[in-house]
Antibody, heavy 121, light 110 residues
């Protein structure tokens, strides 16, 4: 079992930056790839970013590529998402989720409860 | 616009069987396994089916998944009121180089 707790959400102005964190406890955090997935109000799920178990491989969705950076610190069991040049359409609940395997795929096994990011002036 | 197509809604009476479809292409479903997620109102998504037809521990066997070619389906038998939720299919997309989700199907238990 893995427990995930996101933090760092809030209200931010367009063009500004925000950093989200995801703290993991339970099973061995460093064995799994981890994702960020977001959900805009009333909308469906959108994959944001993925980092492999050791941080060597990172993938990003087209809508955030070049603006967001995913990273992890396995010594602290934490995952981060640095979000720059924020826009209104980045407003969403952001979830972190562990993959079933080390490299990453589409099997998001454990999910956090999410943290809300609102981009507004 | 999702690359995986799901019907926006589905419904059924308690005890009935409901099937939700997910249509993709050779760059996603055709070449990868499919997962299904259940999102209850106000909650985070939960993995319901993985690798086309596998159930995580704790998921009732009323839920089953199947895949054929570039399409997949989720079946729920013995429908219960607590099954009222939004269901998402997901798979890896080679063109996107990442996972992709369907638009979601909101299931109503009549």
């Amino acid at each position: 079992q893995v427990q995930l707790v996101e933090s760092g959400g809030g209200v931010v102005q367009p063009g500004r930056s925000l950093r989200l964190s995801c703290a993991a406890s339970g099973s061995t955090f460093s064995n799994y790839a981890i994702h960020w997935v977001r959900q805009s109000p009333g909308k469906g799920l959108e994959w944001v970013a993925l980092i492999s178990y050791d941080g060597s491989n990172k993938h990003y969705g087209d809508s955030v590529k070049g603006r967001f950076t995913i990273s992890r610190d396995n010594s602290k069991n934490t995952l981060s998402l640095q979000m720059n040049s924020l826009r209104g359409d980045d407003t969403a609940v952001y979830y972190c989720a562990t993959d079933l395997g080390p490299g990453g795929g589409s099997t998001l096994y454990y999910w956090g409860q999410g943290t809300l990011v609102t981009v507004s002036s | 616009q999702s690359v995986l197509t799901q019907p926006p809604s589905a419904s059924g009476a308690p005890g009935q069987r409901v099937t939700i479809s997910c249509s993709g292409s050779s760059s996603n479903i055709g070449d990868n396994t499919v997962n299904w997620y259940q999102q209850l109102p106000g909650s985070a998504p939960k993995l319901l089916i993985y690798r086309n037809n596998q159930r995580p521990s704790g998921v009732p066997d009323r839920f089953s998944g199947a895949k054929s070619g570039t399409s997949a389906s989720l079946a729920i038998s013995g429908l219960q009121s607590e099954d009222e939720a939004t269901y998402y299919c997901a798979t890896w997309d080679v063109s996107l180089n990442g996972p992709t989700f369907g638009g979601g199907t909101k299931l109503t238990v009549l």
